[in-house]
């Protein structure tokens, strides 16, 4: 038995508990894990809310929070292939394992090794934020020398496109609360704060329009700052797929072991250093994810199981 932390119905905040359950056996093309350390996304509590139909994956209650973790393979499912026991990795629960728990499974085929020299702690956040701006800044395709604007810079992985965008020779304006501007102008953004007149805060920075959008807030902030893109094609929006109706484009995301493994080079590389704001021990998991939730992190939160 071991030690997990979910949600027995839909709802709030007050639907979270504690609860113990036997180590989940792998199916075909899964590994089951203990889990070192647990990423936390907004995706989390998205999906404990019920409210989007679509993310259900119609498993039984009660359900394990969280989707990213490093850890350390102790069993193998069917037609698993490059992956053994012992080794150590980092992924992503697609069938529904959870995270938040001692142990969980993994979808083998976006699993990867954890290469020497990189923390669990580093690997664990990679899979969500990491590729996600790998997957962003991709699709753009920005030469060295560009402008960028990254809506919602704040969060983790804002602070990721962010950080890789500068890597890449990019010029990179950002926005967010006024809380989040130390950690953001700390990697070499120049920081937007919503309190003012964004988009003429951004005009006076880059008159000519920006090469590139990335949006991680969505709604009406994403239909306030989209007109300031050079050519609507160019805004590329993570979380809010409406961003078409703009002449946008979704994220296209690649969630294979391939790109976990560039993921992972970069951050050996130092190109790709996520801005970890807080860690926390599985007991406190229920705060972890409150940071998340309520819009007070900025950077990257994790939950430190073993």
Same mark, same amino acid.
């Given at each position: 038995?071991?030690?997990?932390?979910?949600?027995?119905?839909?709802?709030?905040?007050?639907?979270?508990?504690?609860?113990?359950?036997?180590?989940?056996?792998?199916?075909?093309?899964?590994?089951?894990?203990?889990?070192?350390?647990?990423?936390?996304?907004?995706?989390?509590?998205?999906?404990?809310?019920?409210?989007?139909?679509?993310?259900?994956?119609?498993?039984?209650?009660?359900?394990?929070?969280?989707?990213?973790?490093?850890?350390?393979?102790?069993?193998?499912?069917?037609?698993?292939?490059?992956?053994?026991?012992?080794?150590?990795?980092?992924?992503?629960?697609?069938?529904?394992?959870?995270?938040?728990?001692?142990?969980?499974?993994?979808?083998?085929?976006?699993?990867?090794?954890?290469?020497?020299?990189?923390?669990?702690?580093?690997?664990?956040?990679?899979?969500?934020?990491?590729?996600?701006?790998?997957?962003?800044?991709?699709?753009?395709?920005? #030469?060295? /020398?560009?402008?960028?604007? &990254?809506?919602? $810079? !704040? =969060?983790?992985?804002?602070?990721? @496109? +962010?950080? %890789? *965008?500068?890597?890449?020779?990019?010029?990179?304006?950002?926005?967010?609360?006024?809380?989040?501007?130390?950690?953001?102008?700390?990697?070499?953004?120049?920081?937007?704060?919503?309190?003012?007149?964004?988009?003429?805060?951004?005009?006076?920075?880059? #008159?000519? /329009?920006?090469?590139?959008? &990335?949006?991680? $807030? !969505? =709604?009406?902030?994403?239909?306030? @700052? +989209?007109? %300031? *893109?050079?050519?609507?094609?160019?805004?590329?929006?993570?979380?809010?797929?409406?961003?078409?109706?703009?002449?946008?484009?979704?994220?296209?995301?690649?969630?294979?072991?391939?790109?976990?493994?560039?993921?992972?080079?970069?951050?050996?590389?130092?190109?790709?250093?996520?801005?970890?704001?807080?860690?926390?021990?599985?007991?406190?998991?229920?705060?972890?994810? +409150?940071?998340?939730?309520?819009?007070?992190?900025?950077?990257?939160?994790?939950?430190?199981?073993?």
């Amino acid at each position: 038995m071991g030690q997990a932390w979910g949600f027995g119905r839909f709802g709030g905040p007050e639907v979270q508990e504690f609860f113990d359950r036997p180590d989940p056996v792998p199916g075909r093309g899964e590994v089951l894990i203990r889990v070192d350390v647990a990423g936390v996304n907004p995706l989390d509590h998205i999906l404990r809310s019920g409210l989007v139909a679509e993310l259900d994956s119609g498993r039984p209650f009660p359900r394990v929070l969280g989707m990213e973790a490093a850890g350390t393979v102790v069993a193998l499912g069917e037609d698993v292939d490059g992956l053994e026991v012992g080794d150590a990795v980092f992924g992503f629960a697609l069938t529904g394992g959870g995270t938040y728990a001692e142990t969980t499974v993994l979808s083998a085929p976006n699993t990867a090794r954890i290469p020497a020299g990189l923390s669990a702690t580093v690997a664990a956040t990679l899979p969500v934020a990491g590729t996600t701006a790998v997957d962003a800044l991709d699709q753009l395709g920005l #030469p060295a /020398g560009g402008t960028i604007l &990254v809506n919602g $810079v !704040g =969060g983790g992985v804002g602070l990721a @496109v +962010a950080r %890789l *965008a500068v890597g890449r020779g990019l010029r990179v304006i950002g926005t967010g609360s006024a809380g989040k501007r130390a950690q953001a102008e700390g990697i070499g953004v120049r920081f937007i704060d919503y309190a003012g007149d964004v988009v003429a805060a951004a005009r006076d920075l880059v #008159p000519d /329009g920006f090469d590139g959008i &990335v949006d991680l $807030v !969505g =709604g009406a902030s994403l239909r306030t @700052v +989209a007109p %300031l *893109a050079r050519d609507p094609r160019n805004v590329v929006a993570v979380g809010d797929s409406s961003v078409s109706d703009l002449g946008g484009r979704f994220v296209d995301r690649r969630l294979d072991r391939e790109n976990l493994e560039r993921s992972a080079q970069l951050a050996l590389d130092g190109v790709l250093a996520p801005v970890i704001t807080a860690i926390y021990p599985l007991a406190d998991a229920p705060t972890a994810l +409150a940071t998340v939730e309520n819009g007070h992190s900025s950077g990257k939160v994790v939950i430190k199981v073993a």
